[in-house]
Structures are given as structure tokens and as C-alpha cells.
């Protein structure tokens, strides 16, 4: 079996949907592929969906029509040792009202939404379809290979949407054979079942506003971070954790996870809640330095698939930069049909839009904060340091007080060392 | 709460497939002395039996999260691959 489109696009998550969406309003015949049951089927991320800007033109009232749990209104960070944590938080009224900054979703819902609208647009949705191979033809991908049946789909531009592995991207000779254990996250999470009063109760919301907490710390030294977040009627709680750190620790992602869940704050916000689900997925954290060739004769890359991801310590952006890249991938595809011409140069101004946009330029920007965050200080001896001069500062015990600088220098000393300090600072502000 | 992966089954939903999307060259994992896969996988899908000197692999509870073909130093898969279309893990909510 043969069938012939103006576009491929391997994978329906947000960035693939967005380019099928894209190219299909243009009126180019698109596949896209899901190897999935449904679109959102394999898919699972932290919980926080950032405004989607690259679709505001498509759905200039998103919150009405893409499905979601809550919008945040309150963000907070979190430093924990094992009996305390110093939090910083940010509550703010303006991030209530539409268009709201971000949300909680599900991705087998949100995806499922995404690439139905790309359908309705005209594109041509399989299902159940595992690419096997992509098709070169005199140095130019040409099309892919369908692993169930063998089938041939044909098309003068694919669009690799596939994920952080992305094998099409492999196949096709754009990306490393090998990925470093260094830049690669793997992600667990637990959806925890808990009712929408005791949520609203317990982290301050009313109405479907939600709330997102980062914590760092008791990770048992592991270099990686927690999250929890509301949804409707459930919490996500999950870690990132970097892979050659668990290696170097000889961890597991599960053991540090039942951990954390013991620990007495976080205990507190958890307590009374059912596991309902368990999930796990890989999180390109290295950055603009991992990045593969984005473009090649007849193809783009786009998404996690170019390890479009920005891992700060404070924000976790991904499907953001996804969907613009989907976009700018689609254009460039419309493009390319204009002038009939698939070459590398032609596509090329793919990675032109994505240079003057924010997918290109925020991660330029961030891209020491990957070499920043591969510090094991952060990961145990800075929550050590913040609750250790809290606890100073608050503690009542009959003792006379030193001054607030002694008792400054003397905890930086027990902790991370003086000089420590000041190489980290530095850096953490050469990376932010 | 705990999550325990013996229970994974009752909490994860998947399509099990006869055949395994991922298979092992044994002798690798023999001569290997890394085993990262052991502990890194999340879905505790490797188990070494230090008696057998076998690395085993059991397909039906696999995530696939994708951080053995990451943390494998030595490439020890004759095939890795995604499962066949519909079938493998299949998330209802997350």
C-alpha cells in the first residue's frame, strides 16, 4: 500500500498537532501519524501547561475550548530537609482572569482536543501507527514506513514530532546515535485522587484556580527536582530526576519518590489521597547544547524531538516551545509547497522564524542553566542552609542570640562553605 | 500512600503485546558491570538474578519512559523499539 500527502507529521502531541493544524488550515493534505490508540495515549508530563501563545491566532479564546483542570494563580517554591522547608511564594490576581498564564492539564484529554481540531481542519489523523523507518530517497527523506503493515506513506516534507527519543530524526541522520545520561531526566509522577473542597482547603483556591509548588530537596542528594501540582479533583506529584545522578547514587526513581511523600510537610498536603495513576518519561534537560540539526532535505524537527526544553530550577517550559515549533515548522512546510522546493536551504527557514522567536532565544538564553544545575550543593546543602538559619532565626530556647551576620557565616560555613557560595551565585547569575 | 510497582497493574492501564518491543543480547548484560537499568527504570522492568547471571526484561509493565536505552553504556539491545501501534501503555488522566 502506497498513499501520497503534502505533508507528513510523525507523532500527535502539541507540537505535531500544532504543525498538522497549521498546514492543514493552509490547505495542504496532511498525515499525522499517532502510534497511540488515541492522540495523549503514551503521553504524560509534569502538569503545567504554559499559555500557548504559537495558537492564540487559532483559538483566540483557548480557555473556552481546550479542556483543562485549573489555571494557577499561585506559585511557590519550596526548599525541604527532612523535618522543614522555606517557602517563597507568589500569589497574584491578575494571573485569575483570562488569557490566563498557565494551567493544569491531562494530556490524553488535551492532546486528544489538539489533534482534533487539527482534523477538523482537514488534516488526516492514524492512529495505531508506529513509524518504522523513514524513506530516503537520492538524500532526501521522501516519506516514512509503517511498522504494522509495512505500508509506504509518501510526502515531499515530513515533520519529526516524535519525542524526545525521536528515531525519526535518528533515521533520517540528524540527531547523536547515543544520548548522555547527563542531559536526560527521566520523570515519575503519581496522580493522586483527593476531593476539589480539600484541595481548594488545603493550598488557599477557590473557584477552578490551582496552584503549583517546585520543591527542591530530599532527593537523598540526587541532582532533580519535585513538583505538585492541582488539578480539578487531583494532585500530580511527581520528580525529575537526572539520570547519571541516579546512576552515581545508585538510586531508584520510585524509592525517592515514597520518600519525599514521607516527609512531613509535604505529608500534610497528600494526606487522604488514593495513587489513581503512575506514569514515567523521559525530559531532554540539557538544552540548547543538545539540540539536533533541525532541518535536512525533506525534513523539520520540532518539539521535545529537538529537546525543545527549558529546565530553569524555577520554570519547566516544553510544550510551549513545542507548539510554536509545530507552527514555524507548518509554515515552513506552506512555504516550501509555494516554491516547490523541499531542499535543506529551502527549509531552512524553519530555523530562521525560530532564531527571531522565543523558542530559539529563550533557550540561548538559558543555555548555561543546565551546566548550573549540575551542582549536587543545590540538591541538599542549600535546603540544609535556608531552614538551618530559619530555624536560627525563629528558635526561642533560652540561648542569647549572635548577630545575624555570625549566624549567617557560621551556617554557610557548616553547610556549603563560603566559597561555594560565592561560585554558585555567580553562576546562578550567569545562567538566570 | 506508596507506590508500590508490584501493584502497577491496578493503577496503569496497558495493552499487553505478545511480543516484546525490547529485547536484551545476554551475554552483554553478563559481561556488563554497570546495570544501570536495574534501578534507573522506573517501572522496575529489569531484574538481575546474580545465581543465573541473567539479566531479565519483562515487557508487560513497561512505561516506555525510554531511560534504559539512555542509561545502557553498552548498548545491549538487539531490538528497541516503541510497541506496535495500540498496543503497550495506555494513560487514562495524567
Known amino acids: 500500500m502506497k498513499r501520497t500527502y503534502d505533508a507528513i507529521v510523525v507523532g500527535a502531541g502539541p507540537a505535531g498537532s500544532s504543525a498538522a ?76 482572569s483570562p488569557p490566563y498564564n498557565g494551567y493544569t492539564v491531562f494530556r490524553p ?67 547523536t546515535a547515543t544520548f548522555d545520561p547527563g542531559k536526560q531526566g527521566v520523570c515519575i509522577k503519581a496522580l493522586i485522587d483527593m476531593p476539589k473542597e480539600v484541595i481548594d482547603d488545603r493550598f488557599g483556591l477557590v473557584r477552578d484556580q490551582g496552584a503549583s509548588k517546585e520543591i527542591v530537596g530530599c532527593t537523598s542528594g540526587v541532582r532533580g527536582g519535585t513538583f505538585l501540582y492541582t488539578n480539578y479533583d487531583s494532585l500530580s506529584l511527581g520528580m525529575v530526576l537526572e539520570l547519571a545522578s541516579l546512576n552515581e547514587k545508585d538510586k531508584t526513581p520510585y524509592d525517592l519518590l515514597n520518600a519525599l511523600m514521607q516527609q512531613p510537610q509535604i505529608a500534610k498536603l497528600l494526606k487522604g489521597g488514593k495513587l489513581l495513576e503512575y506514569s514515567a518519561h523521559l525530559v531532554p534537560k540539557g538544552g540548547y547544547d543538545m539540540m539536533p540539526e533541525l532541518v535536512g532535505d525533506g525534513i523539520m524537527v520540532t518539539g521535545d524531538a529537538a529537546a525543545m526544553c527549558i529546565i530553569t530550577g524555577i520554570n519547566l517550559e516544553g510544550i510551549n516551545l513545542a507548539a510554536e515549533s509545530g507552527v514555524l515548522a507548518g509554515k515552513a512546510a506552506i512555504d516550501a509547497h509555494h516554491q516547490r522546493d523541499f531542499s535543506k536551504s529551502s527549509l531552512a527557514s524553519y530555523r530562521k522564524m525560530l532564531e527571531e522567536s522565543f523558542v530559539l532565544k529563550d533557550l540561548k538564553l538559558y543555555k548555561r542553566s543546565p551546566q548550573m544545575l549540575h551542582n549536587d550543593r543545590i540538591f541538599s546543602q542549600y535546603p540544609e542552609l535556608l531552614c538551618g538559619v530559619m530555624d536560627e532565626i525563629y528558635r526561642i530556647d533560652g540561648s542569647p542570640k549572635e548577630t545575624m551576620t555570625k549566624m549567617l557565616l557560621g551556617k554557610i560555613k557548616e553547610t556549603v562553605g563560603l566559597k561555594n557560595l560565592m561560585a554558585d551565585v555567580y553562576s546562578g547569575w550567569r545562567a538566570l | ?89 495506555s494513560y487514562r488522566m495524567t
Open chain 2, 1 to 89: 500512600m506508596n507506590i508500590n510497582l508490584d501493584e502497577i497493574f491496578d493503577y496503569t492501564s496497558f495493552n499487553i503485546d505478545r511480543d516484546p518491543h525490547i529485547v536484551l543480547d545476554e551475554n552483554i548484560c553478563k559481561e556488563c558491570d554497570q546495570r544501570f537499568c536495574v534501578n534507573a527504570c522506573p517501572a522496575c522492568c529489569y531484574t538481575w538474578s546474580e545465581e543465573e547471571q541473567k539479566m531479565t526484561f519483562v515487557h508487560d509493565g513497561c512505561l516506555e519512559c525510554g531511560t534504559c536505552y539512555v542509561v545502557c553504556g553498552n548498548n545491549a539491545f538487539t531490538l528497541w523499539r516503541y510497541p506496535r501501534g495500540g498496543f503497550g501503555v
Open chain 1, 109 to 175: 484529554k488535551f492532546d486528544n482536543w489538539l489533534a482534533e481540531e487539527a482534523v477538523k481542519a482537514g488534516a488526516t489523523l492514524l492512529t495505531r501507527s508506529t513509524v518504522d523507518d523513514v524513506i530516503i530517497e537520492n538524500g532526501k527523506v521522501t516519506g516514512v514506513t509503517m511498522l504494522r503493515d509495512g505500508a509506504e506513506l509518501h510526502a515531499p516534507v515530513v515533520i519529526a514530532a516524535d519525542g524526545v527519543l525521536s528515531f525519526v530524526a535518528k533515521k533520517a541522520g540528524l540527531r
Open chain 1, 21 to 96: 493544524l497549521t498546514m492543514a488550515r493552509a490547505g495542504l493534505s496532511v498525515a499525522l501519524l499517532e502510534r497511540g490508540a488515541f492522540p495523549g495515549e503514551k503521553n504524560m508530563f509534569g502538569g503545567v501547561l504554559h499559555r500557548l501563545t504559537a495558537l492564540e491566532d487559532v483559538f483566540p479564546d483557548f480557555w473556552n475550548q481546550a479542556p483543562w483542570e485549573r489555571h494557577i494563580v499561585k506559585k511557590n517554591i519550596s526548599f525541604i530537609t527532612e523535618g522543614s522547608s522555606f517557602n517563597v511564594s507568589f500569589d497574584s490576581e491578575e494571573a485569575d
